[in-house]
Every structure is written in C-alpha cells, then in structure tokens.
C-alpha cells in the first residue's frame, strides 16, 4: 500500500477529525461563557456582599455592636433565602457552618474559649469568602486584564506579546490533539493485542513515528509553558482549594488575633458594662434554614 491508496483514507480522517474539532470546540466555548456567567453572579450576589458585610462587622471595635452585626450576618446566611445555597464551593459551606455552630455555642456557653473560638471561626470564615472572591475577580477578568496590558504596551511588544499569545494557544491545542491520538493509538494496540487477530489496524503500524512527535510536541509546549510563566503572563491563574483543617490551634487563634483585631474578652462579662447588649436568639425551624454540606 502506497501514499496514493491512503489518500482517500486521509482525507476522510482529517474531515472527521476536523468536525469533531469545531463541535467539540464550539461546545466548550459555550460550557465556558456560561462558567463565566455564573462566576459573575457569585461575585455579585454570594461573595462581594459577604465580604462588604465582614468588613463592616471587622472595622467595628464595639462588643456590643460587633455582635449585632455578627448577628444580623448568621440571619442573613442562615435563612430561607440564604445566597449560601448557590455556592459552589463545599470548603465556605463548611466554614459557615462552623461559624455558626460556634455562634450559639458561645450563646449557651459564653465563656473566654467559646469566644476566642467563635472569632477565630469568623476570621477563618473571612479568609476563605475573600479567597474565593479574588479567584473569580481573575477568572472574569483576566482576559480585559490581557486586553489591558496590551494597550499599555507600545507596538513592538503588542505585536510581541500578541504573537506569543497566538503561538501558545496553537501549540496547545496541537499538544492535546497529539496525546489523543497517542491514546487512541494504545488503545488500539491493546485491542489487537486481546483480539489476537491479523485484521489492519490504522494507527498502531504509525507508533514509532507519532509517540516520538508527540515527544517532541510535547516539549515544545513545556518551553512555552515555561516563557508564559516567567514573562508574558497569559492567563496564568490557578486555582489549588486546601482541605480545612480540624479544630483551632493556639496559632491560628493568634494569627487571626493579630490580623483581625476583635474586643478582648473580659472575665467579668456578667457585670452589666461588659455584658453583650443582645439577646441572641435560636432561628426558629419555621423562619430560618441551616445551610449545611450534603
């Protein structure tokens, strides 16, 4: 068999692959626009309004006032219309729930460990909120960020960082082709190898000329991957969640003590000038939901 008899072969493959290119394509851009919608809303609606109202309950130095304010936030994500239910992330439902567990914990108990455990909840709770807002800041973002370097720049770079950008997203591209082809290429050969039959295969008889290609594609991407990361900067944005940790050491205590200053707790909370100004009460099942992690 001759170039001439695989032409017809060829061209066909390249038609199918090249649709299934565009559908596959065209799919993804859409998954993407409305991962970009939805990220939007989360930082309208979920994350930008809790960090507004933790900021006002951190800038407040009252005792008294901060509860009212602390207290107002757990009706406000404790309730039926909580924005808690349209977070994606399981790590803030869990932080709120401690927050919350702790807040009437302090209510029934209120005690200097109960209350130092109820900020150090809220700090940690903060911490994470505003994680979370930064990350979706850059996702919707980060494309006008590019766009906005550029007109920054003067033409030669333009031109240079725009050349690099078309390049990388090329490379790319070809890179992820080329390992699907090599995955198709061992799967085939294993299917041959179960079979044990003479029948013609496409692509195995190809392997010492496409695994080596894709070796060398594949390094190619890396140096690109490597210039992106050291200077050009093209959506380079990861997102790498921690599994929370158990329980509030003495460190955290003290980190979040001297990052998010609370009132100190007065050991003699029962006098009237020291004494929380509130009744703090227990949601009713009828009025409030907990938001919990399923």
């Known amino acids: 068999m001759n170039i001439k008899d695989l032409l017809p072969y060829i061209s066909t493959l390249v038609v199918i692959i090249g649709w299934f290119f565009a559908y596959f394509s065209n799919k993804r851009a859409k998954r993407y626009e409305m991962f970009l919608t939805k990220t939007e809303i989360n930082l309208k609606e979920i994350s930008g309004p809790m960090i507004n109202q933790m ?28 924005p808690l239910f349209l977070e994606s992330s399981p790590e803030i439902i869990y932080r709120y729930n401690r927050l919350e567990q702790y ?17 150090t909840a809220f700090g940690q709770f903060y911490e994470r909120v505003l994680r979370k807002l930064e990350e979706c800041h850059r996702v919707v973002f980060k494309s006008f960020d590019w766009n906005y370097r550029m ?10 960082f725009e050349s690099f950008r078309i390049s990388y997203e090329f490379i790319t591209g070809i890179t992820q082709f080329s390992l699907l082809v ?11 190898l179960v079979e044990r039959t003479a029948t013609q295969v496409l692509l195995v008889k190809y392997a010492p000329l496409i695994f080596p290609l894709t070796a060398m594609i594949i390094i190619f991407w890396l140096c690109f991957y490597g210039l992106n990361h050291a200077i050009f900067n093209y959506k380079k944005d990861w997102v790498r969640p921690k599994k929370p940790a158990e329980g509030f050491g003495s460190y955290t205590v003290d980190r979040i003590k001297k990052k998010y200053p609370y009132p100190t707790y007065d050991d003699a909370h029962n006098n009237q000038d020291t004494q929380p100004a509130i009744d703090i009460q227990q949601p009713a099942n009828s009025d409030q939901d907990e938001v919990k992690v399923s």
């Open 103 to 119: 807040f009437y914990q302090y209510q029934t108990e209120p005690n200097e460990t109960n209350y130092e455990q109820l900020w």
């Open 182 to 192: 090599c995955v198709l290429t061992l799967i085939e050969f294993v299917a041959h």
């Open 151 to 160: 007109e920054r720049k003067n033409p030669f770079f333009r031109l240079l």
């Open 55 to 82: 900021n006002i309950i951190l800038r407040d130095q009252d005792k008294a006032s901060r509860f009212l304010k602390l207290q107002s936030l757990i009706d406000n994500l404790g309730g039926v219309k909580s």
